[in-house]
């Protein structure tokens, strides 16, 4: 059993590397540093994002809103920045609680009212891209020494690969997600909602504390996110990072974890964004595929790991 | 099998590593959102093969983020010149310091980008919206002597075409005391919103005669088309239509007397920045900021020929 529960992890990691080897071998520069740490770079605001999808994911329930609440986030930011010409540190403080305020109110409706997630942050979706749209339409940019600063900010490594600020970042909350989730009693309460709500509580876990943290938490990175975006682009838009919220959850399935909760590895994620990240790398070099065939991919590999997932938890279809 | 693959990829590269004047240039577009736009990438993809230069052409769906992505895989890879056709205007400061660094020339064509550093990159090129709205307005003053209600479809609020093709557009009308712009609403540059507004407009003006729709684009003015038709009225005749863009069904429209004029937004901006990329690697590293490529008025006088030439292409 144990083994079992590390299987889609193993394949993770295998097809990261051969696609990999692959790009390797076929394109001059695939197999550089530079490379390794663009994944980094160019990913840090969904790795965010999918940590906290992770978690949710785990504990049984779904976020729809991380996507909007990304371009929210950002967008509150810039307009903080450049219109009322707030310091970018003044704004974070200010935009961070708001954020995990929002998702705490989502999982107090989900909890109390015992809705299904998958509505209550459906509506949370609409509610923040709306919000977002509503205070601008257009991408507002963002011109401050701070962020120029950032920008120049990086920690060189050889190969000309550099970590920024967004992946030191990622890597930070990586770290403090992974303690989290293995060795504390938080943790340990999230996977016990996801694998059966009802013995957990009669284990005294206190599922209305626990839900609505692990939407605040959620929501809470997705905000980071957003910062960590608009270190990307310089600018906040109401209409950026539309759909990051299934790139999120197929980043968690790929990396292993069930989609009905109580199993799963915020490692398994991080694994399930790069090898989406290598697909759309190994794409751009060819440069002469069709830049859907991501997609293609990720829908073919979803599908795999669905029924993958199936067959591992035992589940005969025989009644099927 | 495997190895096999493995061998003639090895090979196609050594050939290419072989030839080192070869010139690899990265192209990173927007997405195919409209006809022009595929047709942009086709005339890039085209002029590439003509000039012998490999093209990785990576298209961003609509996505920044894809645009950032495609640009920092053009430099990990090391490519001699990254073409970005952008899909906001913010935003670009950080990727193309990194390909400044990497000394790789960037050429921007289409849209704008928003840099207080113009030395980020090497050159723009791109139509002038505001001479396109101001070519088709001359024409409808001409044609119709200076009278005329109209009707204005405008492009997505906010858009620079939509503002400037406005403003060239205005600009010219404010010439005429008898010519006014009576409706003007956004139908987001798309077929099916332009339908629905000149819908709009035609109940609002109750049989009231409108002299033109000006719309910011062909999609738009197709979709009045239909519009004026299921309101019984002759569309190019009763209404004249015109416009900007020129895609193949609003040649078609013109040749069967449904529409009136166009301004081609031309797609071939493929070969003017060619051109700058082989005079960078020449040694001229200085070039003017922009390259200005604005097409020509198109009638249904040509509109059939050029509707074959188009459609076959």
Known sequence: MMAQRFIPLWITASLLLVMFLIGSAQFEGFASIRVVTNLFRDNAFLLITALGMTLVIISGGIDLSVGSVIALSGVLTSVLITEYHWHPLQAFALVLPLGTLFGAMMGTIIHVYKLQPFIVTLAGMFLARGMATTI??????????????????????????????SSLIFILFFI???????????????????????????????????TISIYALSSFLATLAGIVFTFYTFSGYALGAVGVELDAIAAVVIGGTLLTGGRGFVLGTVLGVFLMGVIQTYITFDGTLSSWWTKIVIGLLLFFFIVLQKLLNGRKPSHG | MKN???????????VSASCAFATTVGFSQVGSESGWRTSFSEAVKAEAKQRGIDLKFAD???KQENQIKAVRSFIAQGVDAIIIAPVVETGWKPVLKEAKRARIPVVIVDRNINVDDDSLYLTRIATDFTEEGRKIGEWLMDKTQGNCDIAELQGTV????AIDRATGFNAVIANYPNAKIVRSQ??????????????????????????AVWAHNDEMALGAVQAIKEAGLKPGK??????????????????DGDANATVEYSPHMGGPAFDAIDAFIKGNKEQS???????????????????????LR
């Open chain 1, 136 to 165: 601008s339409e257009e991408s507002i940019a963002i011109d401050h020494p701070f962020y120029d600063a950032i920008a120049d900010l990086s920690i060189a490594l050889p190969g000309s690969g550099s970590l920024d600020i």
């Open chain 2, 60 to 62: 961003a769906q609509q």
């Open chain 2, 4 to 14: 096999f693959k493995l061998v003639s990829a090895f090979s196609l590269w050594a």
């Open chain 2, 289 to 311: 900021k922009w390259v200005s490529t604005t097409g020509e008025v198109f009638t249904q006088e040509t509109a059939a020929a050029e509707y074959e030439k188009r459609r």
């Open chain 2, 158 to 161: 906010g858009a620079t075409a």
């Open chain 2, 238 to 255: 009763d209404i004249l239509i015109v416009s900007v863009d020129g895609v193949p069904d609003y040649f078609k429209a013109m040749a």
């Open chain 1, 176 to 210: 403090i997600i992974a303690t989290v989730m293995h060795y504390s009693r938080f943790g340990t309460n999230v996977y016990a909602l996801g694998g059966n709500a009802q013995s957990a509580e009669l284990m005294g876990v206190s599922i209305a504390k626990t």
């Open chain 2, 186 to 211: 956004t139908g987001e540059f798309t077929r099916a919103k332009g339908k629905e507004v000149m819908e709009g407009f035609l109940k609002a003006q109750n049989g009231q005669a409108l002299c």
